[in-house]
């Protein structure tokens, strides 16, 4: 692999992974859940999840890592929502 693939595909991971952070960081902080959709939530970490398990299946390092630390991040938002939906009512 090139020396500028690897430098893209390095870019696009780092972005892609932490794309949702600052969301999360704002629910951590608000405790707002209104105008999230779990149902893209749950989409979202489906996707990942199985990017995951793609990148297992293909042995693909930035793959795996990539997309186990963005699951990591969805996978705390949708527990984070349910418990403030709970505290809600």
């Given at each position: 692999m090139g020396i500028i693939t690897t430098l893209v595909g390095g870019i696009a991971?780092?972005?892609t992974t932490f794309s949702?952070?600052?969301q999360f960081i704002r629910l951590l902080k608000t405790k707002e859940i209104r105008g999230l959709?779990?149902?893209?939530?749950l989409?979202?970490?489906t996707g990942l999840f199985l990017w995951t398990v793609y990148g297992i299946l293909r042995k693909d390092?930035?793959?795996i890592l990539a997309n186990s630390i963005a699951f990591a991040i969805m996978l705390?938002?949708?527990i984070i929502y349910f418990i403030i939906k709970s505290y809600k009512g």
């Open positions: 991971a780092v972005l949702f952070l600052p959709s779990l149902h893209t939530l989409q979202l970490a390092a930035v793959i705390s938002t949708i």
